[in-house]
């Protein structure tokens, strides 16, 4: 089982992510914005974020810039950006914010749990 926060502003995807997670048995926060999200994940100290990139107050690339600046690049969280922007260039900013993986909406929840389980997995988080 993984703590999960989960940084998502609409209500449709945040309740289907966070269902999936937890009937697979991870305990699961969640934000709906990224000021609330960065503070979530620096109180609660989770195995993962799962952090949509466009939203209110701040944005995912900076909010995953922020994560990873505060645990300074040890063993933080995984952080996994959730975005509707497909291009090379979106997923590239998203790599050099310190993601660790970036998935593309719409999504399967069940696809992301996968993807998700496999990166825990090699962390031993799982």
């Given amino acids: 089982m993984a703590r999960v926060v989960l940084v998502e502003d ?11 997670f937890r009937n697979a048995g991870h305990e699961v926060s969640m934000a709906t914005d990224g000021e609330s999200g960065l503070e979530l994940v620096i109180a609660s100290e989770p195995d993962l974020v ?9 944005g995912g690339y900076e909010v995953c810039e ?3 600046e505060h645990f300074n690049d040890t063993y933080g969280p995984l952080v996994v950006l ?9 997923r590239e900013r998203g790599f050099e914010a310190g ?6 909406k719409p999504f399967r929840p069940a696809d ?5 389980t496999e990166l825990l997995e090699k962390r031993g988080s799982a």
């Fill in 10 to 20: 609409e209500p449709h995807i945040a309740t289907l992510v966070s269902t999936k």
């Fill in 50 to 58: 799962l952090l949509d990139v466009m939203m209110p107050k701040m």
């Fill in 66 to 68: 922020a994560i990873r």
């Fill in 82 to 90: 959730l975005s509707a922007r497909s291009q090379v260039a979106d």
């Fill in 99 to 104: 993601c660790d993986d970036y998935i593309v």
């Fill in 112 to 116: 992301l749990l996968t993807r998700v």
